[in-house]
């Protein structure tokens, strides 16, 4: 097991690895029966579905940092398993699905989402301790204080052992971009690099790609593309139909930098360039909008019709993308956001639509390094 220092703490490598041992160690951890891994069932992906004696379902959910969502995601998964019901064979589904959240620490708005859920949610907290010869990991149910410990075969390895520091073209592409940049591109580049012993940076003039190798038949994971005003933009190797096919192909993936991401795409090579120019018209089209509704007096010009019905198709359209679980770039999720309800209203077609939460780019960067696992 692949474990990695940080400051005076140790953590897993991945959350692959951190995946790995908990499957491993359901029975000891848990008092659980592995059922499945990486769960696909309608257009959710579950890290884990076990069992208990009594054949009820238990869903866990891991995370090797912090991360806000993970209440939402649960939900998420709860849903489409009930109204799937996947292996009736197996699984009890008179009784009700059992939900485990797993992380290092747990966030404050995590706590608040559980304070008003109606679904029973189980906090565990884990911590890696070390001693002079061992590792091992412990878990704390938060509810109840319990505390279970297993102890971790590893192989540890300092943060930057073995991997290359970040080439010159690599520092002169990074001095060009933000503080928020420079840290998540690093990390990832760290997390990829050290991923696989057989995992290689390869450069070019705008983008630095990561992969066994720049031949014919090498299999890429990621890429970090610049584009001509150096603005940084993230391809991860990730399933079609928005990440829920076996078939692999290049995404391009939109973040805020604070942890937060969407699969936007598909891009073959390049940029995306007809995915940034529906992003500007997009754009373009949300600042009219908040120009008619902070328009003071509040009135409305003729004109300003052909920009409502235009909402109007643009949110149907978006909606419809995402019943289908199609890509979602990020400014047609700020599109549903426009307060212009009260302008819209008797209007054909116009509708409201909660489209959720983002995911977390962490996540994506793990579902691209298993894939990229699988096909070497």
């Not at 000891?28 to 579950?46: A, S, W």
């Not at 073959?268 to 360039?273: K, L, Q, T, V, Y």
């Not at 754009?283 to 109007?312: A, S, V």
Request: with cysteine; glycine share 4%; charged share 30%.
């Amino acid at each position: 097991m692949n474990l990695i220092k940080t400051g005076n703490s140790w953590k897993f490598a991945t959350e692959t690895d951190l995946e790995d041992f908990v499957w491993t160690n359901l029975k000891e951890l848990f008092g659980l029966i592995p059922l499945k891994r990486q769960y696909y069932v309608k257009g959710q992906i579950c890290d884990i579905l076990a069992l208990r004696e009594n054949k009820q379902l238990v869903v866990l959910e891991l995370k090797n940092a912090e991360d806000r969502y993970i209440v939402q995601q649960l939900t998420r998964y709860y849903d489409a398993l009930q109204e799937v019901k996947p292996l009736e064979d197996e699984i009890d589904y008179q009784q009700s699905i059992s939900l485990i959240a797993i992380k290092p620490n747990f966030h404050k708005d995590n706590f608040i989402d559980k304070k008003y859920h109606h679904l029973s949610i189980d906090f565990f907290e884990f911590a890696i301790l070390a001693d002079e010869f061992n590792y091992y990991l412990q878990i704390r149910n938060l509810d109840n204080e319990k505390v279970a410990k297993i102890e971790i075969p590893h192989q540890d390895r300092e943060r930057n052992e073995d991997i290359s520091p970040p080439s010159r073209g690599l520092m002169n592409r990074l001095a060009k971009c933000s503080s928020e940049q420079q840290e998540g591109i690093l990390e990832i580049r760290q997390k990829v690099l050290s991923f696989d012993k057989r995992m290689e940076e390869i450069s070019s003039a705008v983008s630095f790609r990561y992969g066994n190798g720049n031949s014919k038949t090498s299999k890429f994971c990621a890429e970090f593309y610049f584009d001509s005003k150096g603005i940084p933009i993230i391809f991860l190797w990730l399933g079609l139909k928005n990440n829920s096919s076996d078939r692999i192909s290049r995404a391009r993936i939109w973040t805020d930098w604070q942890g937060n991401a969407l699969l936007e795409g598909y891009v073959p090579s390049g940029i995306g360039e007809k995915i940034t120019s529906y992003k500007k018209l997009i754009y373009n089209r949300i600042e009219k909008l908040h120009t008619i509704i902070n328009r003071e007096p509040k009135m409305l010009y003729c004109t300003d019709f052909k920009y409502i019905r235009q909402y109007c198709k643009d949110s149907n359209r978006v909606r419809r993308k995402l019943n289908n679980n199609e890509p979602i770039i990020y400014e047609e999720y700020k599109l549903l956001e426009v307060d212009i309800e009260r302008y819209a209203v008797g209007m054909k077609g116009y509708v409201v639509f909660d489209f959720g939460d983002y995911e977390p780019l962490n996540g994506f960067v793990d579902v691209a390094l298993k894939k990229w696992l699988k096909r070497l």
